[in-house]
T-cell receptor
Framework: NAGVTQTPKFRILKIGQSMTLQCTQD?????MYWYRQDPGMGLKLIYYSVGAGITDKGEVPNGYNVSRSTTEDFPLRLELAAPSQTSVYFC??????????????FGPGTRLTVT | KQEVTQIPAALSVPEGENLVLNCSFTDSAIYNLQWFRQDPGKGLTSLLLIQSSQREQTSGRLNASLDKSSGRSTLYIAASQPGDSATYLC????????????FGKGTRLHILP
């Protein structure tokens, strides 16, 4: 199992550009998440998905969009990049059942700089 | 609204010592609590997950406890090693309408050789 994979590892964007961060998991997890991590601020949830075709906003969704057409893939789209979106982005997945969410597995992250 | 706090933000201890990291949360309606390790420039690695019905979980030199009624969890690391140096984060899985996972800001641990 590759677990959770993310591409690219690094990216520099100019203000106003757009890009898609890719995330794939091969564990057949129903839940997938996108977080951003800023220095000293912890992880903040951007969007999450409880299954293919279902997405929901997290704590900081503005400026981002997601889709979940398959169980495996959960891409994050940045439209009109702004310097405030400079951060490290993590994708995660987990299985969720009647006892709540089980162990979360994280990807290695994408370091994004917007200048 | 669930809030998760980890104190201290940073900790340095000599190699070989036993240590305790703390995590507190404000809403006891949780499914579980998870401890993670994060190395600089890397993603998060799950260490232990404690279900709300459990009191503790152990893995090797690590022991995590959960006291849901007081909103506290501790991560005990025995016989610390320089390789334990990392940031440790705790996260709670809320029970309820939003079912979200809320992270603390982490404790940065440095083990002195």
């Amino acid at each position: 199992n590759a677990g959770v994979t993310q591409t690219p590892k690094f990216r520099i964007l100019k203000i106003g550009q757009s890009m898609t961060l890719q995330c794939t998991q091969d564990m057949n997890h129903n839940y997938m998440y996108w977080y951003r991590q800023d220095p000293g601020m912890g992880l903040k949830l951007i969007y999450y998905s409880v299954g293919a075709g279902i997405t929901d906003k997290g704590e900081v969704p503005n400026g981002y969009n997601v889709s979940r057409s398959t169980t495996e893939d959960f891409p994050l789209r940045l439209e009109l990049a702004a310097p405030s979106q400079t951060s490290v982005y993590f994708c995660a997945s987990s299985y969720s059942g009647s006892s709540g969410v089980y162990e979360q597995y994280f990807g290695p992250g994408t370091r994004l700089t917007v200048t | 609204k669930q809030e998760v706090t980890q104190i201290p933000a940073a900790l340095s201890v000599p190699e070989g010592e036993n240590l305790v990291l703390n995590c507190s949360f404000t809403d006891s309606a949780i499914y579980n609590l998870q401890w993670f390790r994060q190395d600089p420039g890397k993603g998060l690695t799950s260490l232990l997950l404690i279900q709300s019905s459990q009191r503790e979980q152990t893995s090797g030199r690590l022991n995590a406890s959960l006291d849901k009624s007081s909103g506290r969890s501790t991560l005990y690391i025995a016989a610390s090693q320089p390789g334990d140096s990392a940031t440790y984060l705790c996260a709670v899985n809320n029970r309820g309408r939003d079912d979200k996972i809320i992270f603390g800001k982490g404790t940065r641990l440095h083990i002195l050789p």
